[in-house]
């Protein structure tokens, strides 16, 4: 079977650095995807890694392990807004039309 | 920005009545998927959907449920009779033709409650 798994919850403070790690046991990789999403709103992009190493996009960097199967998202310079379940997602197949493998989000609480 | 379109965004139905989920995906993207979150746990992959046809479906998509593109814009989502535990979140996606590195595009949801 395929399992993502995520820490389910985390809290940081205003201007904090946090990492929330994933781990993954896939049939097939094509790429892992973070996903952040707010209460009652639709997951939106935050990042794609199917190399290993750390991608980095301005507060937000991730990072990949294939050999582990792990990555980590990390947030840099945390604001109140940044309050959202993160969402790790494999893409277990090898083409644009893999079916996305969700973990249960890794929700995040930022405090003033 | 180009978005990803969903109506509509709350639908209550009674148990064994039919309802059709809508979508308007990104314009230029062929391959279309749906999703769904039931209340407090993770996405779960429903179908896939490229070039007019079914490309892969997960074991939640049984004899039910059915997609469409009646047109060169919608895609919709029907499932034939409901039950209580179809209950969820119904998530449209949509992401360009081509490349590896293909993030999926995210509607705002359909809130389906079956009573």
């Known amino acids: 079977g395929q399992n993502i798994d995520q820490p389910t919850e985390m809290t940081a403070t205003e201007g904090a650095i946090v990492q929330i790690n994933c781990t993954y046991q896939?049939?097939?990789?094509?790429?892992l995807f973070w996903y952040q999403q707010h209460a009652g709103e639709a997951p939106t992009f935050l990042s794609y890694?199917?190399?290993?190493g750390l991608e980095e996009k301005g507060r937000f960097s991730s990072f990949l392990s294939r050999s582990k199967g792990y990555s980590y998202l990390l947030l840099k310079e945390l604001q109140m807004k940044d309050s959202a379940s993160y969402l790790c997602a494999v893409n277990g197949r090898g083409s644009t039309l893999g079916r996305l493998y969700f973990g249960r989000g890794t929700q995040l609480t930022v405090w003033p | 920005e180009p978005e990803v379109t969903q109506t509509p965004s709350h639908q209550v139905t009674q148990m064994g009545q039919e309802v059709i989920l809508r979508c308007v995906p990104i314009?230029?993207?062929?391959?279309f998927y749906w999703y769904r979150q039931i209340l407090g746990q993770k996405v779960e992959f429903l179908v896939s959907?490229?070039?007019?046809?079914?490309?892969?479906k997960s074991e939640i998509f049984d004899d039910q449920f059915s997609v469409e593109r009646p047109d060169g814009s919608n895609f919709t989502l029907k499932i034939r009779s409901t039950k209580l535990e179809d209950s969820a979140m119904y998530f449209c996606a949509s992401s360009e033709a081509g490349g590896l590195n293909t993030e999926a595009f995210f509607g705002q949801g359909t809130r389906l409650t079956v009573v």
């Open positions: 314009s230029n993207h062929l391959y």
């Open positions: 959907f490229y070039n007019n046809e079914i490309s892969e």
């Open positions: 896939t049939s097939g990789f094509n790429g």
């Open positions: 890694n199917v190399l290993d």
